[in-house]
């Protein structure tokens, strides 16, 4: 599992990791495969430890494979 920081000004509930409370400045843990999702808005959330599951695709990547899929 990835981690990434959570640098909003107020707690937030977090629906993907079952609906919890993350607090300003906590780290907490992340699927690999989701990891892109959060760091891709750097006001946010900020990297702590990248996945280490390289052979995990970015959600860019997997996003752009599925709509090309959808439309053929």
Same mark, same amino acid.
């Given at each position: 599992m990835?981690? &990434?920081? *959570?640098?909003g000004?107020?707690p937030v509930? &977090?629906?993907?990791l079952?609906?919890r409370?993350v607090?300003?400045?906590? &780290?907490?843990? @992340?699927?690999d495969?989701? *990891?892109?999702?959060? @760091?891709c808005?750097?006001?946010?959330?900020?990297? &702590?430890?990248?996945?280490?599951?390289?052979?995990?695709p970015p959600?860019?990547?997997?996003?752009?494979?599925?709509?090309?899929?959808?439309?053929?």
């Open positions: 990835a981690r &990434v920081r *959570f640098i000004p107020e509930t &977090v629906p993907e079952d609906n409370t607090e300003p400045d906590e &780290v907490v843990e @992340v699927p495969h989701r *990891f892109e999702g959060y @760091v808005q750097p006001g946010t959330w900020e990297a &702590v430890e990248e996945p280490k599951d390289e052979a995990a959600l860019k990547k997997t996003a752009a494979k599925t709509a090309k899929g959808a439309e053929d």
